[in-house]
Protein backbone atom coordinates (compact mmCIF):
# COMPACT_ATOMS: atom_id res chain seq x y z
CA UNK A 1 0.00 0.00 0.00
CA UNK A 2 1.33 3.38 -0.66
CA UNK A 3 2.55 5.19 1.87
CA UNK A 4 -0.09 8.04 2.02
CA UNK A 5 -2.22 5.99 1.49
CA UNK A 6 -1.44 4.07 4.32
CA UNK A 7 -1.21 7.24 6.49
CA UNK A 8 -4.92 7.81 5.93
CA UNK A 9 -5.80 4.62 6.78
CA UNK A 10 -4.28 4.72 10.14
CA UNK A 11 -5.85 7.86 10.87
CA UNK A 12 -8.91 7.05 9.65
CA UNK A 13 -8.58 3.85 12.30
CA UNK A 14 -7.15 6.14 14.60
CA UNK A 15 -10.36 8.40 14.43
CA UNK A 16 -12.36 5.18 15.27
CA UNK A 17 -10.54 4.27 18.10
CA UNK A 18 -10.55 7.52 19.79
CA UNK A 19 -14.63 7.71 19.33
CA UNK A 20 -14.92 4.39 21.02
CA UNK A 21 -12.49 5.39 23.82
CA UNK A 22 -13.97 6.59 27.45
CA UNK A 23 -11.09 7.22 29.49
CA UNK A 24 -10.36 4.50 30.57
CA UNK A 25 -11.02 1.74 28.16
CA UNK A 26 -12.49 0.94 24.84
CA UNK A 27 -16.36 -0.13 23.38
CA UNK A 28 -16.41 -2.41 21.12
CA UNK A 29 -18.78 -0.33 18.73
CA UNK A 30 -20.92 2.31 20.49
CA UNK A 31 -24.35 1.88 19.94
CA UNK A 32 -24.44 -1.87 19.71
CA UNK A 33 -21.56 -2.52 22.39
CA UNK A 34 -21.63 0.07 24.60
CA UNK A 35 -19.52 -1.71 27.67
CA UNK A 36 -16.09 -3.06 28.10
CA UNK A 37 -15.63 -7.22 26.49
CA UNK A 38 -13.03 -8.66 27.83
CA UNK A 39 -11.35 -10.12 24.44
CA UNK A 40 -12.20 -6.67 22.38
CA UNK A 41 -9.82 -5.02 24.53
CA UNK A 42 -7.45 -7.29 24.34
CA UNK A 43 -7.41 -7.15 20.20
CA UNK A 44 -8.03 -2.71 20.87
CA UNK A 45 -4.49 -3.17 23.03
CA UNK A 46 -3.00 -5.37 20.23
CA UNK A 47 -3.36 -2.18 18.11
CA UNK A 48 -3.19 0.95 20.16
CA UNK A 49 0.33 -0.51 21.48
CA UNK A 50 1.64 1.51 18.30
CA UNK A 51 0.15 4.66 18.93
CA UNK A 52 -0.75 5.11 22.41
CA UNK A 53 0.96 2.53 24.47
CA UNK A 54 -0.22 4.60 27.37
CA UNK A 55 -3.82 3.38 26.04
CA UNK A 56 -3.38 0.36 25.25
CA UNK A 57 -1.90 -0.73 29.22
CA UNK A 58 -4.91 1.30 30.77
CA UNK A 59 -7.28 -0.85 28.74
CA UNK A 60 -6.16 -4.04 29.68
CA UNK A 61 -5.64 -2.42 33.49
CA UNK A 62 -9.17 -1.56 33.37
CA UNK A 63 -10.32 -4.74 32.34
CA UNK A 64 -8.92 -6.32 35.42
CA UNK A 65 -9.40 -4.47 37.77
CA UNK A 66 -13.03 -6.50 37.19
CA UNK A 67 -11.13 -9.48 37.75
CA UNK A 68 -13.13 -11.63 40.21
CA UNK A 69 -12.00 -13.06 43.60
CA UNK A 70 -11.60 -16.33 41.97
CA UNK A 71 -9.60 -14.97 39.51
CA UNK A 72 -12.38 -14.91 36.22
CA UNK A 73 -11.91 -12.00 34.22
CA UNK A 74 -15.04 -11.55 33.49
CA UNK A 75 -16.86 -11.49 29.52
CA UNK A 76 -18.64 -7.68 30.39
CA UNK A 77 -17.91 -4.78 32.13
CA UNK A 78 -21.01 -3.04 32.64
CA UNK A 79 -20.43 1.07 31.82
CA UNK A 80 -23.80 2.06 33.55
CA UNK A 81 -23.08 5.77 32.84
CA UNK A 82 -23.57 5.58 29.41
CA UNK A 83 -26.55 5.44 27.81
CA UNK A 84 -26.84 2.97 25.16
CA UNK A 85 -28.50 0.02 25.30
CA UNK A 86 -27.59 -3.18 25.45
CA UNK A 87 -29.21 -6.97 27.05
CA UNK A 88 -28.60 -8.29 29.35
CA UNK A 89 -27.73 -5.40 30.93
CA UNK A 90 -25.86 -5.31 34.28
CA UNK A 91 -29.70 -5.86 36.13
CA UNK A 92 -29.53 -9.61 34.58
CA UNK A 93 -26.33 -10.10 36.37
CA UNK A 94 -27.41 -8.73 39.73
CA UNK A 95 -24.55 -5.96 40.52
CA UNK A 96 -20.75 -7.11 41.45
CA UNK A 97 -20.49 -10.00 42.29
CA UNK A 98 -17.96 -12.60 43.13
CA UNK A 99 -16.18 -10.44 45.75
CA UNK A 100 -15.02 -8.10 42.69
CA UNK A 101 -13.47 -5.25 44.29
CA UNK A 102 -15.88 -2.38 46.45
CA UNK A 103 -16.97 0.32 44.00
CA UNK A 104 -16.06 -2.35 40.79
CA UNK A 105 -18.34 -1.74 37.95
CA UNK A 106 -20.77 -4.32 37.49
CA UNK A 107 -20.05 -7.02 35.42
CA UNK A 108 -21.14 -10.48 33.40
CA UNK A 109 -20.14 -14.37 34.90
CA UNK A 110 -19.30 -14.73 31.84
CA UNK A 111 -16.10 -15.21 30.04
CA UNK A 112 -14.32 -15.05 26.82
CA UNK A 113 -11.35 -16.61 25.27
CA UNK A 114 -7.96 -16.02 27.03
CA UNK A 115 -5.97 -13.94 24.71
CA UNK A 116 -5.08 -11.08 27.42
CA UNK A 117 -1.52 -12.25 28.41
CA UNK A 118 -0.33 -12.74 24.71
CA UNK A 119 -1.77 -9.24 24.26
CA UNK A 120 -0.03 -7.50 27.42
CA UNK A 121 3.29 -9.31 26.23
CA UNK A 122 2.94 -7.64 22.67
CA UNK A 123 1.62 -4.24 24.58
CA UNK A 124 4.88 -4.60 26.69
CA UNK A 125 7.26 -5.39 23.86
CA UNK A 126 5.92 -2.32 22.04
CA UNK A 127 7.11 0.34 24.56
CA UNK A 128 9.67 -1.66 27.33
CA UNK A 129 10.68 1.62 28.42
CA UNK A 130 6.97 3.06 29.51
CA UNK A 131 6.20 -0.19 30.35
CA UNK A 132 8.72 -0.55 32.83
CA UNK A 133 8.20 3.36 34.46
CA UNK A 134 3.99 2.37 35.01
CA UNK A 135 5.50 -1.21 36.27
CA UNK A 136 2.62 -2.63 34.24
CA UNK A 137 4.52 -6.24 34.17
CA UNK A 138 4.95 -6.39 37.80
CA UNK A 139 0.95 -5.16 38.21
CA UNK A 140 -0.50 -7.20 36.27
CA UNK A 141 1.41 -10.42 35.65
CA UNK A 142 0.01 -11.41 38.72
CA UNK A 143 -3.75 -10.88 37.97
CA UNK A 144 -3.19 -13.01 34.54
CA UNK A 145 -1.62 -15.54 36.38
CA UNK A 146 -4.63 -15.84 38.74
CA UNK A 147 -6.83 -15.44 35.86
CA UNK A 148 -4.81 -19.08 34.36
CA UNK A 149 -5.03 -20.26 37.67
CA UNK A 150 -8.98 -20.19 37.06
CA UNK A 151 -9.25 -21.49 34.07
CA UNK A 152 -7.07 -24.63 35.08
CA UNK A 153 -8.59 -25.31 38.11
CA UNK A 154 -12.26 -24.55 37.64
CA UNK A 155 -12.45 -24.61 34.02
CA UNK A 156 -10.57 -28.06 32.97
CA UNK A 157 -12.64 -30.32 31.25
CA UNK A 158 -12.47 -34.31 31.08
CA UNK A 159 -9.64 -34.36 28.78
CA UNK A 160 -7.66 -31.58 30.23
CA UNK A 161 -8.78 -28.92 28.01
CA UNK A 162 -10.78 -25.33 29.06
CA UNK A 163 -14.59 -26.24 28.80
CA UNK A 164 -16.94 -22.86 27.78
CA UNK A 165 -20.26 -23.03 29.58
CA UNK A 166 -22.07 -20.53 27.35
CA UNK A 167 -21.46 -19.97 23.43
CA UNK A 168 -21.09 -16.46 24.38
CA UNK A 169 -17.90 -17.28 25.84
CA UNK A 170 -16.81 -18.84 22.69
CA UNK A 171 -16.50 -15.35 21.07
CA UNK A 172 -18.13 -17.34 18.43
CA UNK A 173 -21.82 -16.91 19.18
CA UNK A 174 -23.28 -19.02 16.44
CA UNK A 175 -20.60 -20.87 15.30
CA UNK A 176 -22.34 -24.49 13.63
CA UNK A 177 -19.56 -26.04 16.33
CA UNK A 178 -22.20 -25.15 19.14
CA UNK A 179 -25.94 -25.82 16.86
CA UNK A 180 -25.99 -29.39 18.53
CA UNK A 181 -25.66 -28.64 22.29
CA UNK A 182 -27.56 -25.81 22.06
CA UNK A 183 -30.25 -28.25 20.59
CA UNK A 184 -30.86 -29.47 23.66
CA UNK A 185 -31.16 -26.49 25.70
CA UNK A 186 -34.79 -25.73 25.75
CA UNK A 187 -35.48 -22.48 23.96
CA UNK A 188 -37.24 -21.07 27.58
CA UNK A 189 -36.06 -18.51 29.33
CA UNK A 190 -37.67 -16.51 32.49
CA UNK A 191 -36.44 -13.47 31.71
CA UNK A 192 -38.21 -11.82 28.67
CA UNK A 193 -35.79 -11.49 25.53
CA UNK A 194 -34.83 -7.71 24.80
CA UNK A 195 -33.49 -7.09 21.31
CA UNK A 196 -31.60 -3.50 20.92
CA UNK A 197 -28.61 -5.12 18.76
CA UNK A 198 -31.71 -5.47 16.33
CA UNK A 199 -31.15 -1.37 15.84
CA UNK A 200 -27.72 -1.84 14.65
CA UNK A 201 -27.84 -4.62 12.35
CA UNK A 202 -29.75 -6.07 10.09
CA UNK A 203 -31.62 -9.38 11.51
CA UNK A 204 -30.10 -11.80 8.82
CA UNK A 205 -26.87 -10.69 10.46
CA UNK A 206 -27.44 -11.87 14.21
CA UNK A 207 -28.34 -15.14 15.76
CA UNK A 208 -32.30 -15.67 15.49
CA UNK A 209 -34.37 -15.63 18.30
CA UNK A 210 -34.24 -19.50 18.93
CA UNK A 211 -31.14 -19.28 19.69
CA UNK A 212 -31.39 -16.00 22.20
CA UNK A 213 -34.04 -17.85 24.34
CA UNK A 214 -31.05 -20.42 24.67
CA UNK A 215 -28.42 -18.25 25.36
CA UNK A 216 -30.36 -16.81 27.92
CA UNK A 217 -31.90 -20.01 29.49
CA UNK A 218 -28.12 -20.57 29.78
CA UNK A 219 -27.33 -17.68 31.59
CA UNK A 220 -29.85 -18.08 33.74
CA UNK A 221 -29.17 -21.39 34.58
CA UNK A 222 -25.43 -20.12 35.58
CA UNK A 223 -26.24 -17.07 37.14
CA UNK A 224 -29.11 -18.88 39.34
CA UNK A 225 -25.93 -21.39 40.27
CA UNK A 226 -24.27 -18.56 41.51
CA UNK A 227 -21.62 -18.95 38.58
CA UNK A 228 -20.97 -22.30 40.16
CA UNK A 229 -18.56 -23.83 37.74
CA UNK A 230 -18.88 -27.05 39.65
CA UNK A 231 -22.93 -26.90 38.61
CA UNK A 232 -23.46 -28.65 35.81
CA UNK A 233 -25.67 -26.33 33.13
CA UNK A 234 -25.94 -27.72 30.27
CA UNK A 235 -23.42 -26.74 28.15
CA UNK A 236 -20.26 -27.84 28.45
CA UNK A 237 -17.96 -27.60 25.11
CA UNK A 238 -13.96 -27.52 24.59
CA UNK A 239 -12.77 -25.23 21.65
CA UNK A 240 -9.92 -25.37 19.90
CA UNK A 241 -9.66 -21.30 19.39
CA UNK A 242 -10.46 -21.12 23.57
CA UNK A 243 -7.29 -23.68 23.96
CA UNK A 244 -4.92 -22.32 21.73
CA UNK A 245 -4.88 -18.69 22.89
CA UNK A 246 -4.80 -20.18 26.12
CA UNK A 247 -1.58 -22.21 25.73
CA UNK A 248 -0.10 -19.18 23.09
CA UNK A 249 -1.34 -16.86 26.40
CA UNK A 250 0.53 -19.34 28.89
CA UNK A 251 4.02 -18.97 26.84
CA UNK A 252 3.56 -14.72 27.20
CA UNK A 253 3.02 -16.07 30.45
CA UNK A 254 6.16 -17.58 30.55
CA UNK A 255 8.19 -14.62 28.79
CA UNK A 256 6.77 -12.01 31.65
CA UNK A 257 7.72 -14.30 34.30
CA UNK A 258 11.43 -14.72 32.79
CA UNK A 259 11.47 -10.95 32.88
CA UNK A 260 10.44 -10.57 36.30
CA UNK A 261 13.03 -12.98 36.80
CA UNK A 262 10.67 -15.35 38.14
CA UNK A 263 12.06 -18.84 36.23
CA UNK A 264 10.44 -21.17 38.29
CA UNK A 265 6.93 -20.07 36.94
CA UNK A 266 8.26 -19.39 33.49
CA UNK A 267 9.03 -23.02 33.88
CA UNK A 268 5.81 -23.87 35.27
CA UNK A 269 3.78 -21.72 32.53
CA UNK A 270 6.03 -23.07 29.58
CA UNK A 271 5.07 -26.67 30.95
CA UNK A 272 1.05 -25.81 31.25
CA UNK A 273 1.77 -25.02 27.78
CA UNK A 274 3.15 -28.00 26.25
CA UNK A 275 0.07 -30.00 28.28
CA UNK A 276 -3.01 -27.82 26.50
CA UNK A 277 -0.94 -27.96 22.90
CA UNK A 278 -1.12 -32.23 23.71
CA UNK A 279 -4.75 -32.28 24.90
CA UNK A 280 -5.30 -30.16 21.60
CA UNK A 281 -3.18 -32.59 19.30
CA UNK A 282 -4.89 -35.89 21.57
CA UNK A 283 -8.31 -35.29 21.23
CA UNK A 284 -9.35 -32.29 18.60
CA UNK A 285 -7.50 -33.08 15.78
CA UNK A 286 -10.02 -34.45 13.01
CA UNK A 287 -7.82 -36.33 9.98
CA UNK A 288 -10.52 -36.06 7.45
CA UNK A 289 -11.12 -32.65 7.76
CA UNK A 290 -7.90 -31.59 7.98
CA UNK A 291 -8.19 -29.30 11.04
CA UNK A 292 -8.87 -29.19 14.97
CA UNK A 293 -12.71 -29.38 15.59
CA UNK A 294 -14.26 -29.35 19.34
CA UNK A 295 -15.68 -31.37 21.74
CA UNK A 296 -18.49 -31.49 23.65
CA UNK A 297 -17.34 -32.13 27.51
CA UNK A 298 -20.83 -33.79 28.62
CA UNK A 299 -20.77 -36.74 26.14
CA UNK A 300 -17.06 -36.99 25.30
CA UNK A 301 -18.22 -36.60 21.64
CA UNK A 302 -16.43 -34.50 18.73
CA UNK A 303 -18.16 -31.93 16.68
CA UNK A 304 -16.80 -32.53 13.27
CA UNK A 305 -17.45 -29.33 11.79
CA UNK A 306 -14.72 -27.26 9.93
CA UNK A 307 -14.99 -24.07 11.33
CA UNK A 308 -11.82 -20.78 11.71
CA UNK A 309 -11.73 -21.47 15.18
CA UNK A 310 -9.94 -25.38 14.26
CA UNK A 311 -7.44 -23.44 11.69
CA UNK A 312 -6.49 -21.18 14.90
CA UNK A 313 -3.66 -24.05 16.19
CA UNK A 314 -1.42 -23.06 13.25
CA UNK A 315 -0.23 -20.34 15.52
CA UNK A 316 1.22 -23.21 17.82
CA UNK A 317 2.94 -24.77 14.38
CA UNK A 318 6.28 -25.47 15.67
CA UNK A 319 4.93 -27.32 18.94
CA UNK A 320 2.00 -29.56 17.06
CA UNK A 321 2.06 -33.12 16.22
CA UNK A 322 4.69 -33.97 12.92
CA UNK A 323 2.87 -33.02 9.47
CA UNK A 324 -0.22 -30.96 11.11
CA UNK A 325 0.90 -27.79 10.31
CA UNK A 326 1.19 -29.06 6.63
CA UNK A 327 -2.02 -30.46 6.79
CA UNK A 328 -3.74 -27.10 8.43
CA UNK A 329 -1.59 -24.74 5.55
CA UNK A 330 -3.60 -26.95 3.34
CA UNK A 331 -6.39 -26.46 4.60
CA UNK A 332 -6.52 -22.62 5.02
CA UNK A 333 -5.35 -22.74 1.46
CA UNK A 334 -7.99 -24.86 0.08
CA UNK A 335 -11.12 -24.21 -0.98
CA UNK A 336 -13.11 -24.21 1.79
CA UNK A 337 -11.62 -21.19 2.92
CA UNK A 338 -8.53 -19.00 1.46
CA UNK A 339 -8.80 -20.78 -1.82
CA UNK A 340 -12.48 -21.10 -2.34
CA UNK A 341 -13.58 -17.27 -2.58
CA UNK A 342 -12.20 -13.61 -1.59
CA UNK A 343 -11.72 -13.85 2.67
CA UNK A 344 -11.45 -15.93 4.93
CA UNK A 345 -14.73 -17.57 5.80
CA UNK A 346 -15.21 -18.13 9.83
CA UNK A 347 -17.60 -21.39 8.76
CA UNK A 348 -15.49 -23.78 5.47
CA UNK A 349 -17.51 -22.42 2.26
CA UNK A 350 -18.43 -26.55 2.81
CA UNK A 351 -20.46 -26.85 5.86
CA UNK A 352 -23.89 -27.40 5.21
CA UNK A 353 -24.92 -24.15 7.51
CA UNK A 354 -22.17 -22.02 5.66
CA UNK A 355 -24.19 -18.61 5.29
CA UNK A 356 -21.94 -15.43 3.65
CA UNK A 357 -24.36 -12.73 5.93
CA UNK A 358 -24.90 -14.52 9.18
CA UNK A 359 -22.09 -13.76 12.07
CA UNK A 360 -20.27 -16.42 12.96
CA UNK A 361 -22.03 -18.77 10.45
CA UNK A 362 -19.64 -18.05 7.06
CA UNK A 363 -18.54 -14.05 7.36
CA UNK A 364 -15.13 -12.98 7.89
CA UNK A 365 -13.78 -11.39 10.95
CA UNK A 366 -11.16 -9.65 11.12
CA UNK A 367 -10.02 -10.72 14.74
CA UNK A 368 -9.45 -14.46 12.57
CA UNK A 369 -7.66 -12.84 9.99
CA UNK A 370 -5.49 -11.58 12.06
CA UNK A 371 -4.70 -15.00 14.32
CA UNK A 372 -3.94 -16.37 11.01
CA UNK A 373 -1.81 -13.56 9.66
CA UNK A 374 0.32 -14.34 12.44
CA UNK A 375 0.55 -17.81 12.20
CA UNK A 376 1.31 -17.96 8.40
CA UNK A 377 4.11 -14.52 8.95
CA UNK A 378 5.68 -16.75 11.46
CA UNK A 379 5.90 -19.54 9.30
CA UNK A 380 7.09 -17.35 6.47
CA UNK A 381 4.20 -18.29 3.67
CA UNK A 382 4.41 -14.68 2.09
CA UNK A 383 1.66 -15.85 -0.28
CA UNK A 384 -0.83 -16.29 2.54
CA UNK A 385 -0.18 -13.64 4.31
CA UNK A 386 -0.64 -11.42 0.88
CA UNK A 387 -4.11 -12.95 1.06
CA UNK A 388 -4.95 -12.45 4.29
CA UNK A 389 -4.14 -8.88 4.26
CA UNK A 390 -6.42 -7.81 1.55
CA UNK A 391 -9.36 -7.98 3.78
CA UNK A 392 -7.37 -5.34 5.91
CA UNK A 393 -6.87 -3.41 3.20
CA UNK A 394 -10.71 -3.37 2.08
CA UNK A 395 -11.29 -2.18 6.06
CA UNK A 396 -11.49 1.30 5.79
CA UNK A 397 -13.45 2.30 2.75
CA UNK A 398 -15.92 -0.17 4.13
CA UNK A 399 -16.48 1.56 7.07
CA UNK A 400 -14.20 -0.43 9.60
CA UNK A 401 -16.92 -3.71 9.79
CA UNK A 402 -17.60 -5.74 12.07
CA UNK A 403 -17.55 -8.63 9.32
CA UNK A 404 -17.74 -8.80 5.43
CA UNK A 405 -18.93 -10.96 3.39
CA UNK A 406 -16.25 -13.60 2.42
CA UNK A 407 -17.18 -13.76 -1.22
CA UNK A 408 -18.14 -9.99 -2.10
CA UNK A 409 -16.54 -8.12 1.00
CA UNK A 410 -20.19 -6.50 1.34
CA UNK A 411 -19.54 -4.96 4.93
CA UNK A 412 -21.70 -6.71 7.50
CA UNK A 413 -22.98 -6.35 10.95
CA UNK A 414 -22.07 -2.57 13.05
CA UNK A 415 -19.54 0.16 11.43
CA UNK A 416 -16.81 1.42 13.21
CA UNK A 417 -16.08 -1.45 15.35
CA UNK A 418 -12.97 -0.83 17.53
CA UNK A 419 -11.12 -4.32 16.63
CA UNK A 420 -11.18 -3.95 12.72
CA UNK A 421 -10.10 -0.53 13.39
CA UNK A 422 -7.05 -1.68 15.75
CA UNK A 423 -6.21 -5.21 13.90
CA UNK A 424 -5.94 -2.71 10.99
CA UNK A 425 -3.47 -0.70 12.47
CA UNK A 426 -0.72 -3.44 13.32
CA UNK A 427 -1.36 -4.85 10.26
CA UNK A 428 -0.18 -2.11 8.54
CA UNK A 429 2.12 0.04 10.66
C1 LIG B 1 -20.28 -10.66 20.09
O1 LIG B 1 -20.87 -11.24 21.24
C2 LIG B 1 -21.80 -10.49 22.07
C3 LIG B 1 -21.97 -11.28 23.34
O2 LIG B 1 -20.72 -11.36 24.01
C4 LIG B 1 -23.12 -10.24 21.39
O3 LIG B 1 -23.38 -10.78 20.29
O4 LIG B 1 -23.92 -9.48 21.94
C5 LIG B 1 -19.16 -11.62 19.65
O5 LIG B 1 -18.74 -11.31 18.33
C6 LIG B 1 -18.00 -11.55 20.62
O6 LIG B 1 -16.89 -12.29 20.16
C7 LIG B 1 -17.56 -10.10 20.87
O7 LIG B 1 -16.60 -10.08 21.89
C8 LIG B 1 -18.74 -9.20 21.26
C9 LIG B 1 -18.37 -7.73 21.34
O8 LIG B 1 -17.71 -7.32 20.16
O9 LIG B 1 -19.80 -9.35 20.30
Known sequence: MHKDLREDVADAASRVLDASWTGSHTVPATGLYPHQWSWDSAFVAIGNRHRAPHRARTELRTLLDAQWADGRV???????????????????????????????????????PPLHAWAAWLVHCADPAGSVRAGFLARTYPRLARWHEYLRNRRTGSVGL??????????????????????????????????????????????????????????????????????????????????????????????????????????AHTAAAARVVAALDEHLW??????????DDTTGERVRRATVNGLVPLLLADRLAPGRAERLLATLAGPGFLGGGRYLPSTSRHDPAFDPALYWRGPAW?????????AVGALGRDDLVARLREQFAAAAPGGFP????????????????????????????
Open 402 to 429: EYVDPDTGTPRGTRQFSWTAALTLDVLL
Open 366 to 374: FNMSWLLLR
Open 74 to 112: PQIVYDTARGDDYAPGPEFWGGPRGGAPAGSRPTSGLVQ
Open 286 to 295: DEDLGLYVAL
Open 162 to 267: PVTKHPWETGTDNSPLWDAALERVPPLARTPVRRPDLAHAGAGERPGSRDYRRYYRLAEAYRDAGCDDDVPVGFAMVCPLFGTLLAVSELALARMATTLSDDGAAT
